[in-house]
């Protein structure tokens, strides 16, 4: 059976958080109906902000992104059988939607109620819940592919398709010659691809009594063969969370939070992160 980790069967804190996300629901679906396109949303936001006991700006989120859920039918539905997303979460679908004015919004909403459907529908038992940041990262990667593919240049489609088009923390390797008798290995990756090399190598190194540069030998030349499993630790400031430091790299850019964010939502076990207040 296929569930998400915030929907784990006899679990008091999955129950708990269910509710919650209930209440939501109930106070809020509403402005997903039609009929609420024309509410006045400052008198809206004093009158529920007043009822519920919640700031005005939560309150203007909350109906922001439930507004914005009903240009998402089958979403919509989804959420309505399930209550399986907070409003931060729906808040960051929310804001994709607003993006759209420049791409045909009826053919982009079709693609994107598809493939938040399929995003939320569980394939494994425990699977990790996307995170805000999760959901922002992924509608960015498809709206770029979409436009893409719309742009009128072709050029400029092939280039901007190809860019987009690569992978998750890939990296570029380039073979060289120095001289008559040595020749060098160069590989640029993002600061959380080389880190978890470096990690992984070390690893091997030490299972195998060998040094870090005969440890790297025996891998590239297919010497040695190994399932070694290692775990990578991050760090994220309490205040900003959209980069990770790690330890001897330092700081990630774009693409390397999100590759580190892919990694956690498919293997968790394989990368431990830190919450700090401040790192200097």
């Given at each position: 059976?296929?569930?998400?980790?915030?929907?784990?069967?006899?679990?008091?804190?999955?129950?708990?958080?269910?509710?919650?996300?209930?209440?939501?629901?109930?106070?809020?679906?509403?402005?997903?109906?039609?009929?609420?396109?024309?509410?006045?949303?400052?008198?809206?936001?004093?009158?529920?902000?007043?009822?519920?006991?919640?700031?005005?700006?939560?309150?203007?989120?909350?109906?922001?992104?439930y507004y914005r859920l009903g240009e998402?039918?089958?979403?919509?539905?989804?959420?309505?059988?399930?209550?399986?997303?907070?409003?931060?979460?729906?808040?960051?679908?929310?804001?994709?939607?607003?993006?759209?004015?420049?791409?045909?919004?009826?053919?982009?909403?079709?693609?994107?109620?598809?493939?938040?459907?399929?995003?939320?529908?569980?394939?494994?038992?425990?699977?990790?819940?996307?995170?805000?940041?999760?959901?922002?990262?992924?509608?960015?990667?498809?709206?770029?592919?979409?436009?893409?593919?719309?742009?009128?240049?072709?050029?400029?489609?092939?280039?901007?398709?190809?860019?987009?088009?690569?992978?998750?923390?890939?990296?570029?390797?380039?073979?060289?010659?120095?001289?008559?008798?040595?020749?060098?290995?160069?590989?640029?990756?993002n600061v959380g691809v080389i880190a978890?090399?470096?990690?992984?190598?070390?690893?091997?190194?030490?299972?195998?009594?060998?040094?870090?540069?005969?440890?790297?030998?025996?891998?590239?030349?297919?010497?040695?063969?190994?399932?070694?499993?290692?775990?990578?630790?991050?760090?994220?400031?309490?205040?900003?969370?959209?980069?990770?430091?790690?330890?001897?790299?330092?700081?990630?850019?774009?693409?390397?939070?999100?590759?580190?964010?892919?990694?956690?939502?498919?293997?968790?076990?394989?990368?431990?992160?830190?919450?700090?207040?401040?790192?200097?």
């Open positions: 059976m296929s569930y998400f980790a915030t929907e784990r069967e006899g679990d008091e804190l999955c129950a708990a958080g269910q509710r919650a996300r209930d209440v939501e629901y109930e106070v809020f679906a509403r402005y997903a109906e039609a009929e609420f396109a024309e509410l006045d949303l400052e008198l809206e936001c004093r009158r529920v902000g007043e009822a519920f006991g919640r700031s005005k700006a939560w309150v203007e989120q909350a109906i922001l992104a998402l039918p089958a979403l919509k539905a989804l959420q309505a059988e399930t209550r399986r997303l907070d409003v931060v979460r729906l808040d960051a679908i929310g804001e994709t939607v607003d993006r759209l004015h420049n791409l045909p919004r009826e053919e982009v909403l079709e693609e994107l109620d598809a493939f938040l459907v399929e995003m939320f529908t569980p394939k494994k038992a425990g699977q990790i819940l996307p995170s805000a940041m999760a959901i922002r990262r992924r509608l960015n990667e498809l709206v770029r592919k979409i436009d893409a593919s719309l742009a009128p240049d072709p050029k400029k489609t092939k280039q901007r398709k190809d860019e987009k088009d690569r992978p998750l923390g890939a990296c570029e390797t380039t073979f060289y010659g120095l001289n008559d008798l040595e020749a060098g290995l160069s590989i640029t990756g978890s090399m470096e990690r992984y190598v070390d690893r091997v190194a030490k299972e195998g009594k060998l040094t870090q540069s005969e440890a790297v030998q025996a891998i590239l030349t297919g010497q040695l063969c190994t399932n070694t499993k290692i775990v990578l630790h991050v760090f994220a400031q309490k205040t900003d969370p959209s980069s990770y430091f790690i330890p001897n790299f330092g700081w990630t850019d774009a693409d390397g939070t999100a590759w580190l964010e892919s990694l956690m939502e498919e293997s968790p076990e394989g990368v431990r992160s830190f919450v700090c207040e401040a790192l200097i």
